[in-house]
């Protein structure tokens, strides 16, 4: 039985998607991209040597490419402080009295929560919106006023 490089290429491509698709690292479908472009090159007749080089400028070219862009894109915020994450984000709350360590204690949905000054200046009472939440703990600012 005879098999073609072109076979040969298919396999490689459906072997990496397959890798990608257990391991869940994207590049290997960027890699995947190359031995298709190697598989369509060896369809269209060029030498093994042409075949390789094009899937490695492919591959090569789509990791690199996908690198920049994801290098370039902005990152998130950190889990504890990103409202898509944790829905308290964002929300305010009433603090009635500080302690001289800048933590208060307050009712915030229907339980007691530990509160941490993190805005300028020193604490006082009034109306706060939560920055982020570490475990129990709410890390709030003062309120702009709408």
Request: charged residues 10%; without cysteine.
């Amino acid at each position: 039985m005879d098999v073609s490089a072109a076979t040969l290429w298919w396999v490689i491509a459906g072997l990496l998607v397959a890798v990608e698709l257990a391991s869940g690292t994207f590049y290997l479908l960027m890699l995947s991209l190359g031995a298709v472009a190697g598989a369509l090159s060896a369809h269209a007749g060029a030498g093994l040597t042409t075949q390789i080089v094009v899937a490695a400028l492919t591959g090569g070219g789509a990791t690199a490419a996908w690198h920049f862009k994801r290098a370039s894109s902005p990152r998130s915020a950190p889990a504890e402080s990103n409202a898509d994450v944790l829905l308290d984000i964002g929300q305010t709350l009433q603090v009635d009295a500080w302690g001289a360590d800048g933590s208060a204690r307050v009712p915030y949905r229907g339980a007691a929560w530990s509160v941490r000054f993190v805005g300028p200046g020193a604490p006082a009472p009034g109306l706060h919106r939560i920055v982020s939440v570490h475990g129990s703990q709410l890390s709030v600012t003062p309120a702009s006023p709408s």
